[in-house]
C-alpha cells in the first residue's frame, strides 16, 4: 500500500526566504502525487499535483515541486516565502487507479517578519 | 460556484451520545469521501463513495459509525455511541470523479468534542 512521509513537522522560515518542505513517498504503481495546504479555520486547499507528465509541477502561489522517482521524493519549494504561506501543508500519494488519498502527516510552515 | 459544505461545524456533546454530522459536496460530483483528522494529523479516509454506492469502507468502524449518501447526492455520517476518542475533526471531500489524480475539494469540517 502508498504512504508518505513527510520529514519535517514543522519549519520556520524568515519573509523573503526560500521554502523547502520535504515528502518521501511509497508506492508499488504509479503514483499520482499531491501537496494540499490548510490555513486555520478553512478547507484544505490543492496547491499543486503530479500525475506522470513533466516532473516539475508548478502550482499556486508561487509553490512548486519536483517529482523524483529514483529519490522517491517530492519535495514542496518556494523562492521567496510570504506571511500568508503560514499553513499546515500535507503530502498526498494516491495509486491504483482510483483516488485512494494517503497524507502524510503535515509540516507546519512558520513564516517569521 | 458554492464549494463543499458541512454542518455543524462545531458539536460538544458527552460521551455515549449519538451525534450525525451532514455533508454537501459540489454539484455534479460524484465521488465522495469521509475523513478523520486527529490533532496534529493528516486525515485518514474513513469511507469513499462513488455516486449512492460505498466503495471503499475499510476503515470505517463500524460497531459505531455509520454513513448514507442517499440519491448520490448528499451525506450524513453517524456515531452512535461516541466515546472520547472520536473527538476529532471529520472532513468532507468530493471530486468529480474517483480516479487517482483527480483534484478533491474540501469542507471546512466539523470539529467533534466528546466530554
Known amino acids: 500500500a502508498q504512504s508518505v512521509t513527510q520529514l519535517d513537522s514543522h519549519v520556520s522560515v524568515s519573509e523573503g526566504t526560500p521554502v523547502l518542505l520535504r515528502c518521501n513517498y511509497s508506492?508499488?504503481?504509479?503514483?499520482?502525487l499531491f501537496w494540499y495546504v490548510q490555513h486555520p479555520n478553512k478547507g484544505l486547499q490543492l496547491l499543486l499535483k503530479?500525475?506522470?507528465?513533466?516532473?516539475l509541477v508548478k502550482g499556486i502561489n508561487g509553490f512548486e515541486a519536483e517529482f523524483k522517482k529514483s529519490e522517491t521524493s517530492f519535495h514542496l519549494t518556494k523562492p521567496s516565502a510570504h506571511m500568508s504561506d503560514a499553513a499546515e501543508y500535507f503530502c498526498?500519494?494516491?495509486?491504483?487507479?482510483?483516488?485512494?488519498?494517503?497524507f502524510g502527516a503535515g509540516t507546519r510552515l512558520t513564516v517569521k517578519p | 460556484e458554492a464549494g463543499v459544505v458541512q454542518s455543524p461545524r462545531y458539536k460538544i456533546i458527552e460521551k455515549k451520545q449519538p451525534v450525525a454530522f451532514w455533508c454537501n459536496p459540489i454539484?455534479?460530483?460524484?465521488?465522495l469521501y469521509w475523513y478523520l483528522q486527529n490533532l496534529g494529523q493528516g486525515p485518514e479516509l474513513l469511507i469513499r463513495?462513488?455516486?449512492?454506492?460505498?466503495?471503499?469502507d475499510s476503515q470505517l468502524p463500524k460497531d459505531r459509525f455509520s454513513a448514507e449518501r442517499l440519491k448520490g447526492v448528499d451525506s450524513t455520517l453517524k456515531i452512535q455511541p461516541a466515546e472520547l476518542g472520536d473527538s476529532a475533526v471529520y472532513l468532507c471531500?468530493?471530486?468529480?470523479?474517483?480516479?487517482?489524480?483527480?483534484?478533491?475539494?474540501f469542507g471546512q469540517g466539523t470539529r467533534l468534542t466528546v466530554v
Open positions: 471531500a468530493s471530486s468529480s470523479t474517483g480516479l487517482q489524480d483527480t483534484e478533491a475539494f
Open positions: 508506492s508499488s504503481y504509479s503514483p499520482s
Open positions: 503530479y500525475t506522470s507528465a513533466a516532473t
Open positions: 498526498v500519494v494516491s495509486e491504483g487507479g482510483n483516488n485512494d488519498m494517503r
Open positions: 454539484s455534479g460530483h460524484n465521488t
Open positions: 463513495y462513488e455516486n449512492e454506492e460505498a466503495v471503499d
